[in-house]
């Protein structure tokens, strides 16, 4: 009982570090990355189809990403879906390949990223700290229940602190780096 209540934690930890990284690949740097383009949804006769699933994305160049469809009538679609996306991004096509070209970001677009970022954290924090109240609840339970003593629960707390410290730290870690990815030039 006492180590699912830790093992039930850890995954509620887990699961937040790993909502963070996947919100984090949306969050516009100066560079291209396909990951911008993931919630993107093109209209594939008349359904709602994931971009990548209608077309090959590529990154040939730092500011530049391209979309080959697999079928030419869907460029148009495509573009639309892009616009409808709002991500402030215009693409181009030639007639068989769309490029979207990137542009560079101001100073002041950099700084907003940076808080949206360490809001981004900051949820998830709140997070492992959820999954750190719920797995306390669960060792008073269990202490309650007389299923674990006293010297266990306390044992039991600490382990789950030390559990939280350390994710929060690595929560700060990925904040850190992708702040300093935003910034750079």
């Known amino acids: 009982m ?9 995954s509620g930890m887990d699961k937040a570090v ?3 990284k996947k919100d984090m690949t949306k969050v516009r740097t100066g560079r291209a990355s396909t990951a911008l383009l993931d919630d993107v949804m093109v209209d594939y006769y008349g359904t709602p189809t994931p971009l990548n ?18 079928e030419k009538k869907l460029l148009s679609e495509i573009e639309k879906a892009i616009f409808k ?15 979207i070209a990137i542009p560079p970001m101001t100073e002041e677009r950099r700084k907003e990223m ?6 981004m954290g900051e949820d998830a924090k709140v997070a492992v700290r959820g999954a ?17 003593s ?3 629960l306390k044992r039991g707390e600490k382990e789950i602190q030390d559990l939280t410290d350390s994710f929060v730290a690595r929560i700060d870690e990925l904040v850190v780096a992708k702040e300093k990815e935003i910034m750079e030039i």
């Open 114 to 119: 940076g808080k949206v970022v360490r809001k």
């Open 18 to 20: 790993d909502a963070l």
């Open 53 to 70: 699933q209608v077309g090959t994305l590529a990154v040939p160049e730092p500011r530049m990403i391209t979309i080959q469809p697999w």
């Open 2 to 10: 006492y180590n699912d209540v830790i093992k039930k934690a850890r």
């Open 85 to 99: 996306a709002d991500l402030g991004l215009n693409p181009s096509s030639d007639g068989q390949i769309i490029r």
């Open 132 to 148: 750190r109240r719920e797995a306390n609840d669960g060792m008073k339970k269990l202490e309650k229940g007389k299923e674990i």
């Open 150 to 152: 006293a010297d266990d």
